[in-house]
C-alpha cells in the first residue's frame, strides 16, 4: 500500500526524467522496427504516383518548427518521390513562417538528386521541373485564384522571377493541369483545399497533418475527399518504407529512427497511466 | 562524438534546453528564451508582409506606377488605424465589414457543401461506403457502426427533450462513443508531443552533440 501512495505522489520531474532516459536510449544505441503500412498512405502514395506527367503536384508546406518533426519528414518523402518519377512540382505555403523550411527541405532534396545526376535531362532543375511559388496572403486568396490562374495569383516566385518566364509555367496554368495537391499541417490548411479547391474546381487533395490532428481528419479520408493521407511520425514513416520499397530511393529515414523511441514512450506513458489509476482507486477505497 | 562548430546549431542548442529547463521549474533561461522566440518571429513575419506583400501589391502600383485605383484598398486599409481615434473609431467597421462580408460569402456555400453534405453523405450505408474501409465485407460492419455511432452522439446533444426512454438509451451509447472519441484523440496527442521531443533530442544529440548520426 506504501508503494502506491508513493507512486500517486511522484514528483512529475522524475516522470519527465524517466520518459528522456527512455526516449533517448534507443536513439543512441538503435533498434529496427518493421512498418506496416496502412491502407491511407498506401492510397497516398498511389495518388502521388498517378498524378500525369503532363499534369502537375503541388505541395502545400504548412508546417512551423513546432510541428516539423513529424511533418518534415513527410515532404522529404514526398518530394523525393515526386523527383524521382520526374513529376512536376509546385511549392508553396499559405502562411509566412513555414517558407525557410519549404526551403530547407528543398534544398536538401534537390542536393541528393543532383549530386548523382550525370546530365542535364538527369538533374532536377528550377523552373523546368518545380517552382517554389512562395506565399501569398491571405490564404484564400491563392486558393480560390489558382483555378482561374496560377501565375496572375502568384505573379513572382519565391525568389524574385516573374512566374510566367518560367517553362514549367506556361504550361501549369490552373488546377486543370495539377493531379493532386498535398497539404502538410499541423493546423486548418487541409480542410481550406477541400472546402475552397476541390469543391469549387474538382481538385484532388491528399494531406500529412499531425498527430494531434489525426482523429479529425480522419472522416475526410473516410468520405473520399482526401486521397490519401499520413498521420504524424507513423505515417511519415510509412512513407518512408513505400518509397523505399517500391522506388528503392534509399535515403536517411528520420521518422523510421524515431519509431523506437516513440513506441517505447508510449509504454511508459500506458504503464504510468495503469499505476496512476490503481492509486487513485486504492485512495479512494481507503476513504 | 563529434560537436558542431556551426554557431547557428550552437544557438539553437542553447535555446532549447533553455526552453526545457521549463520542466525543472520557471527561471530566467527560458523567459529569454521565450521573449527572443516571440521577437523573432513576429519581426520576421513583419518585415516579410512588408517587402513582399504591402511593397510589391500596394506602394510600388500606388506611388511609382501611379495607378491610382490602387487608392481604394490603400484608404480602406487606412481605416483600420482609426480605432487609436476615438472620435472617428467607428470608421474601424467598415474595414471590418467588408473582410467578414467577403469571407462569410465565400465560406459558408463551401462550408456546407464539404463539411456538411459531404460528411452526411458518409454515413449513408452504400456499397461505395462500405469499400472506402478497405476492409472487404469488414466494411459493411464499420458502416454500420459508424451510422449507429453518428446518431447516438447527435441524439446525446438534443437537449430539447429529457434524456429518458430511447432517447436516453441512445444518448448513453452516444456517450460511449464520445468517449471512444477522446481517448482515440488523447492517444494521438501523446504521439504529437513525443514526437516533438523526439525531434528535439535528434538535434541535440544529432546536429549539436553528434551523438547519434
Not at chain 1, 112 to 134: K, M, P, Q
Not at chain 2, 89 to 118: D, E, H, M, N, T
Not at chain 2, 175 to 198: D, H, K, N, P, Q
Amino acid at each position: 500500500m506504501k508503494i502506491i501512495d508513493k507512486l500517486a505522489k511522484i514528483d512529475r520531474r522524475i516522470i519527465y526524467l524517466i520518459l528522456a532516459v527512455v526516449v533517448i536510449l534507443p536513439m543512441i544505441f538503435p533498434s529496427v522496427l518493421r512498418v506496416r503500412v496502412m491502407p491511407p498512405v498506401e492510397k497516398l502514395f498511389h495518388a502521388v504516383d498517378n498524378v500525369p506527367k503532363e499534369k502537375a503536384l503541388i505541395i502545400d508546406f504548412d508546417y512551423a518548427p513546432q510541428t516539423a518533426p513529424e511533418l518534415e519528414p513527410m515532404g522529404f518523402a514526398l518530394l523525393r518521390h515526386a523527383f524521382r518519377k520526374r513529376t512536376k512540382v509546385l511549392i508553396l505555403s499559405l502562411y509566412v513562417q513555414m517558407l525557410g523550411l519549404a526551403q530547407n527541405a528543398l534544398t536538401e532534396v534537390i542536393e541528393e538528386f543532383n549530386s548523382v545526376a550525370e546530365t542535364n535531362t538527369d538533374s532536377i532543375i528550377y523552373g523546368r521541373d518545380y517552382v517554389f511559388l512562395g506565399w501569398v496572403p491571405p490564404p484564400i486568396i491563392p486558393i480560390l485564384g489558382m483555378g482561374e490562374s496560377i501565375t496572375n495569383v502568384y505573379q513572382v516566385d519565391y525568389y524574385g522571377n516573374r512566374t510566367d518566364t518560367l517553362p514549367l509555367m506556361k504550361e501549369i496554368k490552373n488546377y486543370n493541369n495539377v493531379g493532386l495537391l498535398v497539404s502538410l499541417s499541423g493546423s486548418d490548411p487541409p480542410e481550406w483545399w477541400i472546402a475552397y479547391a476541390q469543391n469549387r474546381f474538382g481538385l484532388q487533395v491528399g494531406a500529412g497533418v499531425t498527430a494531434v490532428s489525426a482523429s479529425k481528419y480522419f472522416s475526410y479520408y473516410q468520405t473520399g475527399q482526401f486521397s490519401g493521407l499520413m498521420v504524424g511520425m507513423k505515417g511519415a514513416a510509412e512513407y518512408e518504407e513505400m518509397i523505399e520499397k517500391e522506388l528503392a530511393i534509399k535515403s536517411r529515414r528520420i521518422a523510421s529512427e524515431a519509431l523506437p523511441p516513440l513506441t517505447y514512450a508510449h509504454l511508459v506513458i500506458m504503464v504510468f497511466i495503469v499505476i496512476g489509476n490503481i492509486s487513485f482507486l486504492m485512495q479512494r477505497r481507503k476513504k | 562524438m563529434s560537436l558542431s562548430v556551426d554557431p547557428w546549431i550552437w544557438i539553437g542548442a542553447l535555446f532549447s534546453l533553455a526552453i526545457f529547463s521549463f520542466l525543472y521549474k520557471d527561471n530566467p533561461f527560458y523567459r529569454v528564451a521565450e521573449h527572443v522566440f516571440v521577437g523573432a518571429a513576429n519581426g520576421y513575419a513583419v518585415t516579410f508582409y512588408w517587402h513582399n506583400v504591402l511593397v510589391p501589391a500596394l506602394f510600388n502600383p500606388l506611388f511609382r506606377q501611379g495607378q491610382l485605383l490602387f487608392i481604394i484598398p490603400f484608404v480602406i486599409g487606412i481605416l483600420y488605424f482609426t480605432r487609436f481615434i476615438p472620435k472617428i473609431g467607428w470608421l474601424l467597421r467598415i474595414p471590418i465589414g467588408i473582410y467578414i462580408g467577403y469571407y462569410v460569402g465565400a465560406s459558408i456555400p463551401a462550408y456546407i457543401q464539404a463539411f456538411i453534405i459531404k460528411q452526411v453523405q458518409g454515413t449513408i450505408l452504400t456499397p461505395q461506403n462500405f469499400a472506402s474501409w478497405s476492409a472487404g465485407s469488414w466494411g459493411i460492419l464499420w458502416s454500420v457502426i459508424l451510422f449507429a455511432g453518428v446518431l447516438c452522439t447527435l441524439s446525446y446533444f438534443y437537449f430539447s427533450k429529457e434524456h429518458k426512454g430511447v432517447l436516453g438509451a441512445t444518448s448513453r451509447i452516444g456517450t460511449i462513443f464520445i468517449m471512444i472519441g477522446f481517448g482515440a484523440a488523447f492517444g494521438y496527442t501523446v504521439m504529437a508531443r513525443v514526437s516533438l521531443l523526439i525531434g528535439r533530442l535528434q538535434f541535440l544529440l544529432g546536429d549539436w552533440l553528434g551523438i547519434i548520426r
